[in-house]
């Protein structure tokens, strides 16, 4: 009787632990695009898909004038548009709880591109 107690207590334990750390973990999508725009072009096309996509915008410089990243959030996912001009590409990230909807949320920002 006790050890089955005691079995008991330690999977309702183990149970407890496990489940936060499984809920914190993100799903995400990613992609990237080829881009031979300006900066200021990507710049625009960014703030653009992240506002369709109904996330703040945040601007942050990865790098130089070749190689910015813009950032958005809303309640629940955030993105990145990264564009690198020196090597004419455009990188998308969108991570958050649901895959489906990080997926379809990288889908709306990449159209602008």
């Not at 950032?71 to 996912?77: A, I």
């Amino acid at each position: 009787m006790k050890s089955s107690i005691t079995a008991l207590a330690m999977a309702a334990l183990a149970a407890v632990t496990a489940t936060p750390a499984l809920a914190a973990a993100p799903d995400s999508s990613s992609g990237w695009k080829d881009f031979s725009g300006t900066m200021n072009d990507c710049s625009s096309r960014a703030d653009a898909g992240l506002h369709e996509a109904r996330m703040t915008l945040n601007m942050q410089n990865a790098g130089d004038d070749k190689d910015k990243s813009f950032y958005g959030e809303n309640d629940s996912y955030a993105a990145e548009v990264r564009c690198i001009i020196g090597k004419s590409i455009v990188i998308l990230m969108v991570t958050g709880p649901n895959g489906d909807e990080a997926v379809k949320l990288k889908n709306i920002i990449a159209s602008h591109f």
